[in-house]
């Protein structure tokens, strides 16, 4: 899958963002880091390690919860910083995608990045067990709904690195492959989480 950082930027840039206004939510952020790899392109997934007291085990983008004061590119790009050990500037910031309100209380903003030269991340143990490199290609993967007694709206989930990756951030990452890859216009508010993603 080819994809330019002109191209990239065009299509969010005509982006139309929804977002969300619930006082009752926590802000974080997250990045959505387009880099090179081996001549391909692709994101960075994280499996979080199995000590945290929320969400452990659970695959995520680089992100949390925004510092007093922060804005959420500031937030996404200190937590890519600090989970992966890769630093950059606001001038890698390509846009934002719609935010994304999560079950166990947070308003989740998507920064979308873009890496021109190769980089080699260098996780945090505290907060990464296992990072993978997902290619454009892998991203585009049909994504699969299910069903669930506990909601009336789909339940997403990615089958990307060989396992399934779940909301919320198979629905960021859905949003994502949808809008800025294939220039699609795609929302993913509606999409609901599995119930162990709930707490």
């Not at 979308?112 to 260098?122: F, H, K, L, S």
């Not at 290609?137 to 009336?152: G, K, L, M, R």
Request: aromatic share 8%; proline share 10%.
């Amino acid at each position: 899958m080819e994809l330019t950082r002109e191209l990239a930027a065009q299509r969010l840039s005509a982006w139309e963002r929804h977002p969300i206004d619930d006082p009752a939510l926590k802000p974080s952020a997250v990045a959505i880091t387009v880099a090179p790899v081996d001549g391909t392109r692709g994101i960075w997934v994280a499996r979080r390690p199995s000590t945290l007291r929320s969400h452990a085990n659970q695959f995520a983008l680089p992100g949390g919860r925004l510092d007093p004061g922060e804005t959420v590119v500031q937030a996404a790009l200190r937590e890519l910083d600090e989970e992966l050990g890769v630093s950059l500037g606001p001038e890698s910031v390509l846009g934002l995608l719609d935010d994304y309100a999560t079950r166990s209380g947070y308003l989740i903003t998507p920064v979308v990045c873009w890496i021109d030269q190769p980089v080699t991340p260098a996780p945090s143990p505290d907060e990464v067990d296992e990072l993978f490199y997902v290619t454009l290609d892998e991203v585009i993967a049909p994504a699969a709904f299910d069903t669930i007694a506990e909601s009336p709206l789909p339940v997403i989930r990615l089958p990307i690195m060989n396992r399934w990756v779940h909301a919320p951030t198979a629905a960021v990452i859905y949003q994502f492959a949808q809008v800025v890859v294939l220039g699609r216009d795609t929302r993913v508010a509606e999409l609901e989480q599995p119930v162990f993603a709930w707490r």
